[in-house]
């Protein structure tokens, strides 16, 4: 069962340089959400879609955009990285309503320079 | 004022005692209360939720206080496999706005 499956899971990247995360499921979950953490800050929401065709901002949009490109694929990208995007990123998966229960990828960890 | 907030830690405790350790939240509007673990460099995985009424899950028991706007976490009988940061969760209502306190390192050692 591959669950959420996020690539790449390293990246190193200049300042100004651009890249996409890219995040599937196979469970058929009709939320998606990008978090990224830093030490000390908790996971914080950069962006989700809470069904298909939908996106909204998170709490730490900024720098970000998203696509949710069918039910299973939702990536984030960043246009021009800047070092204040070095973290990890978790991609993660819900069914939605009430549950809380939230079904993360292995994260991808970005460095900017 | 952050919107959940957690001590840090770490909480090093002897294998076999109990460790408990809270999380506060500002919105008294939040319906849904979770805990999370996150084991070093892996990702979030759902420990329990948190119910009105509280809840038990083995050793680990779970309440929420409404009034004073916390809940808690024990974890009796420690084992050193629950060596990991606990993650407080918080929701507004329906899942799609969680939020996530900073994490309560534990540590048990033998």
């Known amino acids: 069962n591959a669950g959420v499956t996020q690539t790449p899971k390293f990246q190193v990247l200049k300042t100004g340089q651009s890249m996409t995360l890219q995040c599937a499921q196979d469970m058929n979950h009709n939320s998606m959400y990008w978090y990224r953490q830093d030490p000390g800050m908790g996971l914080r929401l950069i962006y989700y879609?809470?069904?298909?065709?939908?996106?909204d901002k998170g709490e730490v949009p900024n720098g970000y955009n998203v696509s949710r490109l069918n039910k299973r694929e939702f990536s984030l990208r960043l246009e021009s990285a800047a070092p204040s995007q070095t973290s990890v990123y978790f991609c993660a998966g819900s069914l939605g309503g009430n549950t809380g229960e939230l079904f993360f990828g292995e994260g991808s960890r970005l460095t900017v320079l | 004022r952050k919107e959940v907030e957690q001590d840090p830690g770490p909480f090093n405790v002897p294998e076999g005692a109990t460790v408990a350790f809270n999380c506060t939240y500002s919105?008294?509007?939040?319906?849904?209360f979770f805990w999370y673990r996150q084991d070093c460099r892996k990702e979030p995985k759902l420990l329990m939720s948190?119910?009105?009424s509280g809840n038990e899950d083995g050793r680990f028991t779970a309440q929420l206080n409404r009034a004073s706007q916390y809940i808690s976490l024990l974890i009796r009988d420690s084992k050193l496999s629950d060596s990991a940061t606990y993650l407080c969760v918080v929701g507004k209502a329906a899942g799609n706005k969680l939020t996530f306190g900073g994490g309560t390192r534990v540590l048990v050692k033998p």
């Open positions: 879609s809470a069904s298909e065709g939908t996106t």
């Open positions: 919105n008294s509007a939040s319906q849904s």
């Open positions: 948190v119910y009105s």
